[in-house]
C-alpha cells in the first residue's frame, strides 16, 4: 500500500494533514512519501510538477492530494502556473475519470443555498471527463490578428475513443447506483458536443438496464439548482464539469465538503478534495478538512478495495457532524466552531470511539 502524498499551496497541506492522521489510524500499514507539486514544485524544484514528483507518482498505488495554486495564478505564464501541475499529473498518468460525488449529510441541510425539501436525501455524482476538451486541445495560444490585436485562443477537442471510454465509466458507476445517466453537453452549438452526445447515445445501447438522458449545460445548470434530486449520474466534459460540480458544492453546503477520485486505466487514482487553495483563508487553521478526509474515503474503497475502512471513515464524519462540529464555511447558529486541526482530531477521535 504505497501512498504519494502531494499536499500542495495554501490550505491543501493543512486539510491533507488531517487526513493522513486518519490514514494512520485506519491504515497503518501504508507507506507514505511526500512530494512538492504546484508553487511548491516550483519552489523546490522550479517546475510546477517536478520530475522526481511525477517519478513517484508512477511507482505509487495512489496519489492524496490538496490542493495547487496561488492568488494571483490567472496572470502567470501557463509553464509556471502552479494549477499547470495539476493538469499534467492528471495527462501523464491518463486519469481520464473525475468522480466528484455531491452527498447530502441530514446534518447539514440548512446550511445549503436550496431549501431543505429540495436538498434533503441529495445523492448525485458528477463524473467530469478530465484528459480532454478545451483544457487540452491544440491549437491553443495568443497570435496577433490582421489589425494588430493580440488573440487568445483554445481549442474544444474530444476523440469518439476519448468519449466511449468516460461513457463506459459512467454506465458502469450507474449500474452501481439508480441506473440513470444524464449526459451534458452543448450539442446544439458546438461539433466537439455533437460527436460527445452521438458517442454517448451510441455507447448507452449497450446497456439497455440503464436510462439515458441529454441536457445543453445551460439547461443542465438550472435543472441541478432547480430539482437537483433527479439527478444519479451526471456524465460530462473536462470544463462543464469543472463548472457544474463547485455549484453542486453549494448544494451540500460547502465547498470544503465535496471530496473526489481521478481513476484511470487501472485502480490507480489520484484523490483530491473538489476545492482549490483558498489564498484568503491559508495559515489561519480555519479551513474545512472533511472533503480531503473523504477523499482518503475515496481512495480505500477504489485503490485499495478497503471498502470496510472506507465505511469507518464516512461514518466518523457523519458522527462528528451529529456531534455539531463544523468549520466556518458549514457554521450555524447553536453549533460548535472549531478549526482545521480541531475537526481533524474530532473525526480521529470517533473513529477511535467506533473501534
Ligand atoms: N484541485 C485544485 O488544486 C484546485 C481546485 C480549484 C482551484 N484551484 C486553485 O486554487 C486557487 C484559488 O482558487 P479559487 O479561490 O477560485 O477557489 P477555492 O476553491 O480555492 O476557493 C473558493 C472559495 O471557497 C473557500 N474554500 C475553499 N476550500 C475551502 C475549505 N476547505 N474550507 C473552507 N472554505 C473553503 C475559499 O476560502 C474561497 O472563498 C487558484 O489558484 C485556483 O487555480 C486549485
Ligand atoms: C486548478 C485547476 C487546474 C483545476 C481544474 O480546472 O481542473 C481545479 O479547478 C479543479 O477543479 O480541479
Ligand atoms: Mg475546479
Redesign the pocket.
Known sequence: MKIAIMA?D???PE?VGQALKVLRLVAPQAETEEAPV?QAGIDARGKPLPDETLALARRVDAIL???????D?ASIPRERR??TG?LQLREALTLYANFRPAFMFPELIGASTLKPEVVDGLDLVILRELNGDVYFGKPRGFETNEKGERVGFNTMRYSESEVERIAHAAFRAARKRRRKVCSVDKANVLETMQLWREVMTRVGREYPDVELSHLFIDAASMSLMRNPKQFDVIVTGNMFGDILS?AAAMLTG???MLPSASLGVDRKGLY??????????AGQD????L?AILSLAMMLRESFELEDKARQVENAVRTVLAQGYR???IYQPGTRRVGTTEMGDAVVQALRAAA
Open positions: 500542495g495554501g490550505i491543501g486539510v504546484g492530494f490538496g490542493s495547487v495554486g496561488v492568488a495564478e502552479p494549477g495539476l463547485d460547502s465547498i470544503g483530491e478534495p473538489v476545492h482549490g487553495s483558498a489564498p484568503d483563508i480555519v479551513a474545512n478538512p472533503a468549520t466556518g464555511d
